[in-house]
């Protein structure tokens, strides 16, 4: 079982569509999580921390599940400008060095 | 405004040539910076954790002497692609943390080697 698993994509949703991506992680003892986007060609950009009680933050809502081990992120009222790639990073402790990056969930929003 | 700056966006050499990437750490220092690799419809994998100071800490697999890293300062690092070779075409991309543990990335280098 891989460490950090993320649907396989690609979503191709309209405009204004709600998007839900999860990742699943292996390790319980997993301390940070993150969402990262990543445009094509360039590097990948902060989307949101993730923490236990959940946030949000505009658009964009992340959960967290330790019991089952899995993340989530919530677009609503998507837009072009959020067609990218969606990373899932967990880390094993706050050390980035043992931070493991999902394979990516491509989005692309169509108008 | 960006945290973490990277030179060259891309580069493009004979094979058997030795390459540079300069990443910069722009608004603190950073004691630790990463070094990543990402094949193209792949995710980042982290080659090598750049110490200030000291020697680099590679990950399983990555070749110390074909990647040479240095951290002379508390704002550059840099990795020295030698002798590359066209299956060392990728993007290379740089990294460094920010307060909350999150990581802040450079523009990335996309080498090419012919």
């Known amino acids: 079982r891989k460490e950090v698993e993320q649907d396989p994509g690609p979503f191709n949703v309209p405009e204004g569509a709600t998007v839900a991506f999860n990742c699943t992680y292996s390790?319980?003892?997993?301390?940070?999580f993150f969402w990262y986007r990543q445009d094509c060609r360039k590097e990948p950009k902060l989307l949101m921390s993730v923490y236990s009680s959940g946030n949000e933050d505009g658009r964009f809502t992340a959960q967290l599940n330790r019991a089952s081990q899995y993340i989530s992120l919530l677009i609503r009222d998507s837009k072009l400008s959020d067609s990218a790639t969606y990373l899932c990073?967990?880390?094993?402790?706050?050390?980035?060095?043992?931070?493991?990056f999902g394979p990516g969930t491509r989005l692309s929003v169509l108008p | 405004g960006a945290v973490v700056s990277q030179h060259p966006s891309w580069v493009i050499c004979k094979s058997g040539t030795s390459v540079k990437i300069e990443c910069r750490s722009l608004d603190f220092q950073a004691t630790t910076m990463f070094w990543y690799r990402q094949f193209p419809k792949q995710s980042l994998m982290l080659m090598a954790t750049s110490n200030e100071g000291s020697k680099a800490t590679y990950e399983q697999g990555v070749e110390k002497d074909k990647f040479l890293i240095n951290h002379a300062s508390l704002t550059l690092s840099t990795l020295t692609v030698t002798s590359a070779h066209p299956e060392d075409s990728s993007f290379y991309i740089c990294?460094?943390?920010?307060?909350?543990?999150?990581?802040?990335f450079g523009e990335g280098s996309r080498l090419t080697v012919l």
């Open positions: 990073v967990v880390g094993l402790d706050n050390y980035g060095q043992n931070f493991v």
């Open positions: 990294s460094r943390q920010g307060a909350y543990g999150e990581l802040f």
């Open positions: 390790n319980s003892a997993s301390q940070s």
